[in-house]
């Protein structure tokens, strides 16, 4: 059996990642098995095995970065028939998945780094996702980005770089706080490089 799930990536990503992906499952496949940039800012829907539990997006450009989602289990209505033939329906609420991607560029004039975390839909708590800028020279800097609650777009700014150094890599160093609330469940997406990053 089958089920239909909708894969979103936020707009916010680098101009190196795509413009095509792959799109593969942990178990079966996923129908159709390729989507570009574009379908993806905007939601694609596809088709996974009922028994897949993540699907795996990479980027098939000049970057090949890849990020595995896992895929949330679906709410539904279940059915339970008493003895007296009533039938009473419970309705459960379904979760989705708010992917978070991180933007940073290079170490501006005075050492100071900007970095952006951009979400695929508006929040509803404000999160917190610590974050690890290294640059190309060592400089490894530490912080935190908070997306305010309705909003999709949060920023920071970590001082402490070489002046100039250029960036070599960004990470979530944690989990983001809080993973879940309400009907949204929270997972880091793509870390890019900024040509510029977009502002929030």
């Known amino acids: 059996m089958a089920r239909s799930i ?5 707009a916010a990503l680098g101009a190196d990642l795509g413009p095509n992906f792959d799109l593969t499952a942990d178990v079966g496949s996923v129908t159709p098995s390729t989507a570009t940039k574009t379908e993806l ?20 450009g000049t970057c090949t970065n890849a990020i595995t989602q896992t895929i949330p ?7 339970t028939t008493t003895s007296t033939s009533t039938t009473t329906t419970t ?4 979760t989705y998945s708010v992917t978070i991607d991180l933007c940073a560029g290079g170490a501006d004039g005075s050492g100071t ?13 404000s999160i917190n996702i610590p974050i690890r800028w290294t640059g190309d020279l060592a400089s490894e800097l530490l912080g935190s980005i908070t997306i305010s609650v309705g909003q999709t777009c949060g920023s920071t700014t970590m001082s402490g770089a070489i002046i100039g150094e250029n960036y070599s890599v960004l990470e979530a160093v ?13 997972f880091i997406g793509f870390a890019s490089s900024g ?6």
């Open 6 to 10: 909708t894969l979103t990536l936020g």
């Open 41 to 60: 800012t905007a939601g694609k829907s596809v088709s996974v095995d009922d028994l897949a539990t993540q699907v795996t997006v990479t980027s098939t």
């Open 73 to 79: 289990c679906a709410g539904g209505t279940t059915t």
């Open 91 to 94: 309705t459960t609420a379904s």
């Open 113 to 125: 780094v900007t970095a952006y975390a951009y979400s695929s839909a508006p929040v509803d708590i």
């Open 174 to 186: 944690g989990d983001i706080s809080p993973l879940t609330y309400g009907t949204q469940e929270y």
């Open 195 to 200: 040509s510029p990053c977009l502002s929030c």
